[in-house]
């Protein structure tokens, strides 16, 4: 299960280890459950850290059937949920002026969640959450999850 859940009282940071990505899967997933409708998470982490991984776990909460992929070469996948929609975002090949991609379109939205690997993005109304996702060793992740 969800290993290390560490929170600190003075702001609304959560760290945690995970040893598999079963443990990712589960900690994205109690994270979602604070989700709401037009809510942003940033991804940040090296290649292969689990970002998608995580985002699979927010779309298992959120009650999406279909398969999560990463968007790296269609930059964004909508995805239907039970409880909410999930835009999935990967702005890793993303230069420049985004606006003519009508991103932020998306993040108007507040039938759904915004989760961006490799943000570009300059500004963002509502909630922000970041969530940066660390190797610690083989098959370790350390994931910091800030409001």
Same mark, same amino acid.
């Given at each position: 299960?969800?290993? %290390? +859940?560490? $929170?600190?009282k003075y %702001?609304? %940071?959560?760290?945690?280890v995970t040893k598999s990505a079963e443990e990712t899967l589960s900690v994205a997933e109690a994270f979602a459950e604070?989700?709401? +409708? +037009?809510?942003?998470?940033?991804?940040?982490?090296? &290649?292969?850290? +689990?970002? #998608? #991984?995580? *985002? $699979?776990g927010v779309a298992? @909460?959120?009650?999406? $059937?279909?398969?999560v992929t990463?968007? #790296?070469? *269609?930059?964004v996948k909508e995805y239907e949920g039970e409880k909410l929609n999930l835009?999935?975002?990967?702005?890793?090949r993303v230069s420049g002026d985004t606006i003519d991609l009508g991103l932020e379109d998306y993040l108007e939205r507040k039938d759904g969640v915004t989760v961006i690997e490799w943000n570009? &993005?300059?500004? @963002?109304?509502g909630r922000v959450f970041e969530?940066?996702?660390s190797y610690a060793g083989e098959g370790v992740r350390l994931i910091d999850i800030k409001e």
């Open positions: 299960m969800i290993a %290390n +859940g560490i $929170k600190n %702001n609304q %940071n959560m760290k945690y604070k989700l709401k +409708g +037009g809510d942003v998470v940033l991804l940040s982490g090296e &290649l292969g850290a +689990g970002k #998608t #991984t995580f *985002t $699979k298992r @909460f959120l009650g999406v $059937k279909d398969v990463s968007p #790296t070469f *269609t930059i835009f999935h975002m990967d702005l890793y570009c &993005l300059p500004a @963002f109304s969530v940066a996702i």
